[in-house]
């Protein structure tokens, strides 16, 4: 047992308890290792230099015990640490260890950072265009706590004017800015509900139009919904596009990062992630691993992949391709899988490539509350979103052939999540897949191009372990700002016992069409969706398709006396719209002080 490397000690008073049990049996303390240096050598011994060496000595104690009930305290003080590998949480490291928290030092800014800042120099190419030697890979470039964008034509959008996604062939009326270099470029599309992003194999430039032709056909193939003339697209990833302040390219081959700027860019600091996951808390089947706490850590900076199967959107962040292929979940910076009593709170989440936070397979008795979510890339927080997976006839559809497997007992509550799903535009806010028991309550969530909150992954009416989660006192504002066909809170599928009540939801839209305020889309049945407040939205304040209409209830929105009438559209489609109300009290709703 090395003593000299942390500190033992007994608490006698309760004020310091983990999850309500006895006080820790150990206190480990973590400082950035530049402030270390400045210590004199008797406290040295007490530091830690990395959260990788304290939870290392973590596993050390763990093995040197046999009882269980061991409780571990790791106290962070404030600083910048560096995590260019994922923090292992496991249960067969920790077999000993009862509880374990990780915590700021009085509240102190602790960064978890999975970026590098460029330390090479900028060397002027021509006016306004910068390069510097790197030989890294990434797909994003921060500015501080800025997200610039990567080189992109046009810098707005454009819509083609014919589509033959079969054919692997689109054309724009534009001429395209380029001739070498095609397959390194990305074509960005909105198929409504999807988000696409793929690799061209050639364009064909004829007078003022272009043809584009993709390596694989355009958008997902396991959806019969294809990109359309109605769809936004652009492209990425060429030095012909760097045209705008704060716009960059990385060009890979020869190992230059090029940055359009206006001004020197020695005088500010870069930084490109290295990491994409930071914490990976991992029980096994039938022994999770228990009370771990994180608390008031900022984690920023992660990246993201376009992977060997492109990233062809299917809907809420994940992608595909055939049917009877695997689709994929995002990755997240916190991922937990087999695990119970886990509590994330007073932390912030931003500048990331993927996602937030994952409880997969497993995840029981999860509270997340008090977080900042900013500049997440894809969705921000999802429960029970398997991946890597052929789904069973639909190729989303592959629920939890156990229950107990089901994420349950989650609680996401006074969180702020505000201008996310910025790499992956299909993303959403708070995605509930496969999962039960599950309460969403006074959470912000505003500036998001889909959905806010989205429930459920079954198109059908047929029982899943997604029932009785509740959607409460939530705050959706301005979201489907880019991507088609969503609503500030969207439903699929049978869920009996889920309540969506009291959310004030307020100007959905900004994207081409079908954005809604509340949507209970194919298969929705045994959900009662009760005095919420709809403002502003785009399309119908709600909107039911394909319903299950004798279990629905939907009561008492925009403060209507009893049951709302709803215009019934056709034997599929049914609708309200509502007055505004334009005196709302928001300080019942979203995130709390």
């Known amino acids: 047992m090395k003593l000299k490397i942390y500190l033992l000690f007994i608490l006698l008073v309760s004020s310091c308890s983990i999850f309500g049990k006895e006080p820790a049996d150990y206190l480990l303390r973590v400082m950035p290792e530049d402030k270390i240096v400045e210590l004199d050598d008797k ?47 496991y249960k ?42 790197l030989s890294d890979r990434f797909n994003q470039l921060f500015k501080g706590d800025k997200r610039l964008l990567r080189s992109r034509w046009p810098n707005s959008w454009v819509y083609p004017t014919r589509v033959n996604a079969e054919g692997r062939t689109l054309s724009i009326e534009n001429k395209f800015p380029v001739e070498d270099r095609i397959s390194e470029i990305e074509l960005h599309a909105t198929g409504q509900w999807h988000y696409v992003r793929q690799y061209l194999e050639m364009v064909d ?8 032709e993709t390596v694989t056909e355009v958008g997902p193939e396991c959806s019969s919904t294809k990109v359309g003339v109605s769809d936004r697209i652009h492209f990425e990833n060429h ?20 940055l359009y700027s206006d001004v020197d860019p020695n005088n500010a600091e870069y930084y490109y992630p290295v990491t994409a996951s930071t914490i990976s808390i991992k029980g096994v089947e039938g022994n999770p691993v228990s009370n771990i706490i994180i608390d008031g850590i900022h984690f920023q900076y992660s990246n993201w992949k376009m992977g060997e199967v492109e990233r062809k959107g299917i809907q809420a962040g994940y992608w595909g391709t055939e049917i009877g292929k695997p689709v994929f979940a995002p990755p997240a910076i916190i991922e937990i899988e087999h695990a119970r009593n886990i509590s994330i709170q007073n932390s912030a989440f931003s500048q990331l490539g993927e996602g937030a936070i994952a409880l997969n397979a497993g995840s029981r008795n999860i509270e997340i509350t008090n977080n900042i979510f900013f500049d997440v890339g894809s969705n921000v927080i999802q429960v029970g979103a398997p991946s890597d997976y052929v789904g069973e006839g639909h190729p989303l559809y592959y ?29 959403v806010g708070i995605l509930v897949a496969y999962a039960n028991h599950v309460v969403i309550e006074h959470n912000t969530i505003r500036s998001m191009p889909y959905t806010g909150i989205s429930l459920g992954w079954r198109w059908d009416q047929i029982p899943s372990n997604t029932h009785n989660n509740l959607v409460n006192r939530n705050y959706v504002y301005k979201c489907l700002q880019y991507v088609s066909d969503g609503a ?16 004030l939801i307020e100007e959905t839209g900004g994207c081409e069409k079908l954005a809604f305020g509340i949507y209970t889309d194919e298969g929705s049945a045994a959900i009662k969706v009760y005095n919420n407040i ?32 709803l215009v019934v559209k056709s034997d599929r489609l049914q609708y309200a719209d509502f007055e505004d109300i334009l005196t709302v009290d928001r300080s019942l709703y979203g995130r709390q002080p």
């Not at 990788?52 to 009882?67: G, P």
């Not at 500030?488 to 959310?503: A, D, E, K, L, R």
């Open 43 to 89: 406290k040295n011994d007490f530091y830690f230099s990395s959260i990788h060496e304290a939870i290392e000595e973590c596993y050390e104690l763990s093995n040197e015990h046999t009882r269980g009930d061991v409780k571990i305290e790791i106290v962070i003080q404030g600083g910048l640490y560096f995590v260019d590998r994922p923090i292992e949480i």
């Open 92 to 133: 067969e490291r920790l077999s000993n260890i009862d509880a374990l928290t990780l915590k700021s030092k009085d509240g102190e800014k602790v960064v978890f950072s999975g970026g590098r800042k460029i330390s090479s120099t900028w060397q002027q190419v021509e006016r306004n265009l910068w390069k510097t030697e």
């Open 205 to 212: 430039t004829n007078g003022d139009g272009s043809i584009i």
């Open 239 to 258: 030095l012909i596009f760097v045209d705008k302040q704060d716009e960059w390219y990385l060009d890979k081959v020869n190992g230059y990062c090029y």
């Open 399 to 427: 629920d939890f052939s156990n229950p107990v497997d089901a994420p349950s007992d989650i609680k996401i509550k006074n969180n702020l999540i505000t201008n996310c799903a910025t790499t992956d535009l299909g993303g």
């Open 488 to 503: 500030g809170i969207y439903t699929v599928g049978f869920q009996p016992g889920t309540v969506i009540s009291n959310n």
């Open 534 to 565: 709809i403002n502003a939205s785009k399309g119908h304040d709600y909107y039911a398709h394909q319903n299950n209409r004798g279990t629905m209830q939907i009561i008492g929105n925009n403060q209507v006396n009893g049951d709302n009438t």
